[in-house]
C-alpha cells in the first residue's frame, strides 16, 4: 500500500498584501467586513476561521491559472489587519479538521 502524501499551501504573502491594498484604494470586488458569525470566514493565509469583531477581506481569486484543468475563479477571505502565514506544510490545520471538504491536486494541477 502506498502511503499519500500532501503539502498544505496557503495563499501567497503578494496575494494577501495586494488583497490589503486593493481593498484600502477602493477596489470594487474587494469588500471589506466584519465577521459577525464564528465559522463563516476561513482565512487563507493563516488558515484559521476569522472570529466574530475581526475585519476580513473578500475577493475573487483563482488558485489554479487559467488554461490548466480544474481552473476557476473564486471568493476567498484574507484577514485585513494582517496575520501570521500558515507554515505546518505537512500537518493540515487544525481549525478546519471538522466539517471541512478541500480538493487535492497533483504537481501539473
Given at each position: 500500500?502506498?502511503?499519500?502524501?500532501?503539502?498544505?499551501?496557503?495563499?501567497?504573502?503578494?496575494?494577501?498584501?495586494?488583497?490589503?491594498?486593493?481593498?484600502?484604494?477602493?477596489?470594487?470586488?474587494?469588500?471589506?467586513?466584519?465577521?459577525?458569525?464564528?465559522?463563516?470566514?476561513?482565512?487563507?493565509?493563516?488558515?484559521?476561521?476569522?472570529?466574530?469583531?475581526?475585519?476580513?477581506?473578500?475577493?475573487?481569486?483563482?488558485a489554479?491559472?487559467s488554461?490548466?484543468?480544474?481552473?476557476?475563479?473564486?471568493?476567498?477571505?484574507?484577514?485585513?489587519d494582517?496575520?501570521?502565514?500558515?507554515?505546518?506544510?505537512?500537518?493540515?490545520?487544525?481549525?478546519?479538521?471538522?466539517?471541512?471538504?478541500?480538493?487535492?491536486?497533483?504537481?501539473?494541477?
Amino acid at each position: 500500500m502506498k502511503t499519500a502524501t500532501f503539502h498544505i499551501v496557503p495563499l501567497p504573502t503578494e496575494i494577501a498584501d495586494a488583497a490589503r491594498r486593493a481593498v484600502n484604494g477602493g477596489a470594487v470586488d474587494h469588500a471589506l467586513i466584519t465577521v459577525d458569525s464564528p465559522g463563516s470566514s476561513p482565512c487563507r493565509y493563516c488558515l484559521r476561521w476569522a472570529k466574530p469583531g475581526e475585519r476580513v477581506i473578500l475577493f475573487p481569486y483563482a488558485a489554479i491559472p487559467s488554461g490548466h484543468p480544474y481552473s476557476e475563479t473564486g471568493p476567498i477571505f484574507v484577514h485585513a489587519d494582517g496575520c501570521q502565514r500558515y507554515s505546518a506544510a505537512n500537518e493540515y490545520p487544525a481549525d478546519f479538521r471538522n466539517g471541512r471538504v478541500f480538493r487535492a491536486y497533483d504537481s501539473k494541477y
